[in-house]
């Protein structure tokens, strides 16, 4: 017999996933369900390459999980209805249920309900629909930066005056290492300045 696992992500690393946790472990507890393992990724779902979700994909495939737990069905995949059903067809066929809690929607292992693939069939456009008005408020956004002749993307990480230190920092002949501990940065930051610097 399979075991119960929950998966749980979110597109940016700046995002937490203890209220995805929370809500399936109180699902879990009302089904007297045990969550035996958790699989978490800080992954965009425009893709079903995530290592998380393939390590899991495996595991039903080889018939060891009986139940996956999630938030919501676009945490799995969010990149169209051809990938979400072909990732919830893959768990039902291969034995496993699946079961999205803020969606209110459980898939039977090896059922062919008519409702529940229609639920899939409208979740899955919802999510690839929420995807292109996100893709399109960014463009717009975008655009009008550009127009306003403001630059688009993060904000520099170090002002002139510390690039013009960071600079004078290398002149002398210091490491990068030196430079970041100097003025604590990340080596990273210090790296990414440089290479602009030479560029």
Same mark, same amino acid.
Do not use: H, W
């Given at each position: 017999m399979g075991t119960t696992v929950a998966y749980v992500r979110v597109?940016?690393?700046?995002? =937490?996933?203890?209220?995805?946790? *929370?809500?399936?472990?109180? +699902?879990? !507890?009302? $089904?007297?369900d045990t969550i035996i393992e958790w699989f978490s990724e800080k992954r965009s779902g425009k893709t079903l390459a995530r290592p998380e979700l393939d390590h899991l994909r495996a595991l039903v495939r080889d018939q060891n999980v009986q139940t996956i737990y999630c938030f919501k069905l676009?945490?799995?995949?969010?990149?169209?209805?051809?990938?979400?059903?072909?990732?919830?067809d893959e768990l039902r066929r291969a034995g496993c249920m699946l079961i999205a809690v803020a969606d209110n929607l459980t898939i039977r292992?090896?059922?062919? =309900?008519?409702?529940?693939?229609? *639920?899939?069939?409208?979740? +899955?456009? !919802?999510? $690839?629909?929420?995807?292109?008005?996100?893709?399109?408020?960014?463009?717009?956004?975008?655009?009008?930066?550009?127009?306003e002749g403001r630059p688009w993307g993060r904000p520099p990480r170090l002002s002139q005056a510390e690039c013009a230190?960071?600079?004078?920092?290398?002149?002398?002949?210091?490491?990068?290492?030196?430079?970041?501990?100097?003025?604590?940065?990340?080596?990273?930051?210090?790296?990414r300045a440089l290479a602009r610097v030479a560029a």
């Open positions: 597109s940016s690393r700046a995002q =937490d996933l203890a209220m995805q946790r *929370l809500s399936i472990e109180k +699902a879990a !507890a009302t $089904r007297g676009d945490r799995l995949t969010r990149s169209g209805v051809a990938d979400t059903y072909r990732v919830v292992a090896g059922s062919d =309900d008519i409702v529940s693939e229609t *639920l899939v069939f409208a979740l +899955a456009l !919802a999510a $690839r629909l929420e995807r292109a008005a996100i893709n399109d408020r960014i463009a717009a956004a975008r655009e009008r930066l550009e127009a230190r960071l600079r004078a920092l290398r002149d002398e002949g210091r490491s990068v290492r030196d430079i970041a501990v100097a003025m604590k940065v990340p080596r990273s930051t210090v790296a």
